[in-house]
T-cell receptor, first 116, second 111 residues
Framework: EAQVTQNPRYLITVTGKKLTVTCSQN?????MSWYRQDPGLGLRQIYY???????DKGDVPEGYKVSRKEKRNFPLILESPSPNQTSLYFC???????????????FGNGTRLTVT | GQQVMQIPQYQHVQEGEDFTTYCNSSTTLSNIQWYKQRPGGHPVFLIQLVKSGEVKKQKRLTFQFGEAKKNSSLHITATQTTDVGTYFCAETRGSQGNLIFGKGTKLSVKP
C-alpha cells in the first residue's frame, strides 16, 4: 500500500531533549516536506526537499533540522525542543515538485508533539 | 512568506445548506490545489486547477479558478455531515514549485 509513515504518532518530551520524528514514503517520490499545524495558523511549512541531498527552508525553519540521505526518508530533528514547538506535525511527499501537473501531496498521519 | 488568503476561517451550516470557501492571492497563481482534512485526520488531496477560468466538479463539490488566476473557490451543494472538516487551498510558490497552504476554512454541519 502506497503511504507516508510517520513515527511516533504522539510524543511528550521536556525542553532541551533532542528528538527525531521519522518520515518514510514507499512511492519513490522525489519531493518531501514537513509542516506544522497550529490552531488558527493552518499548515506552515518547516523544510522541504526536492530530491536526495537537496533540502531548503520553508516559512518556519527555526529550531528544526532535516536531512535527505535516502529518497524514501526525511527525518525532522529538534536539537533542543522548546514549548513553542508543541504542535501537530505532518510529513508529506509528492512525485515531483508541485509545479508539475498531477503531483498531489500525500500526507502522513501526523505526530502530535508536546514539549513541557 | 505570504500565504494565500482563505475566507472564511469558520463556517457553520445546517445540513442541506450550501457552503463556499474562497482563496485569494495578490499575485497570479500558476495553479492551485485543494485539500480536505477530516477532524483528527490528515489533509487529503481533492483537486488541482491549472487553467484560467477552469471549473471542475466532483459530485456535490464545484471548484473554480478565476479568470485572472488570482482566486479560487470551492462550493459544496447541499452539505452533509460527511462534509465536516477543514478545507485548504494551496499555491505553488517559486521556481521550484514549492506548495504553500492557506489557513483553511473549518466547516461544521449541524444535522
Amino acid at each position: 500500500e502506497a503511504q507516508v509513515t510517520q513515527n511516533p504518532r504522539y510524543l511528550i518530551t521536556v525542553t532541551g531533549k533532542k528528538l527525531t520524528v521519522t518520515c518514510s514514503q514507499n512511492m519513490n517520490h522525489e519531493y518531501m516536506s514537513w509542516y506544522r499545524q497550529d490552531p488558527g495558523l493552518g499548515l506552515r511549512q518547516i523544510y522541504y526537499s526536492m530530491n536526495v541531498e537537496v533540502t531548503d527552508k520553508g516559512d518556519v525553519p527555526e529550531g528544526y533540522k532535516v536531512s535527505r540521505k535516502e529518497k524514501r526518508n526525511f527525518p525532522l530533528i529538534l536539537e533542543s525542543p522548546s514549548p513553542n514547538q508543541t504542535s501537530l506535525y505532518f510529513c508529506a511527499s509528492a512525485r515531483t515538485a508541485q509545479s508539475s501537473y498531477n503531483s498531489p501531496l500525500h500526507f502522513g498521519n501526523g505526530t502530535r508533539l508536546t514539549v513541557t | 512568506g505570504q500565504q494565500v488568503m482563505q475566507i472564511p476561517q469558520y463556517q457553520h451550516v445546517q445540513e442541506g445548506e450550501d457552503f463556499t470557501t474562497y482563496c485569494n492571492s495578490s499575485t497570479t497563481l500558476s495553479n492551485i490545489q485543494w485539500y480536505k482534512q477530516r477532524p483528527g485526520g490528515h489533509p487529503v488531496f481533492l483537486i488541482q486547477l491549472v487553467k484560467s477560468g477552469e471549473v471542475k466538479k466532483q459530485k456535490r463539490l464545484t471548484f473554480q479558478f478565476g479568470e485572472a488566476k488570482k482566486n479560487s473557490s470551492l462550493h459544496i451543494t447541499a452539505t452533509q455531515t460527511t462534509d465536516v472538516g477543514t478545507y485548504f487551498c494551496a499555491e505553488t510558490r517559486g521556481s521550484q514549485g514549492n506548495l504553500i497552504f492557506g489557513k483553511g476554512t473549518k466547516l461544521s454541519v449541524k444535522p
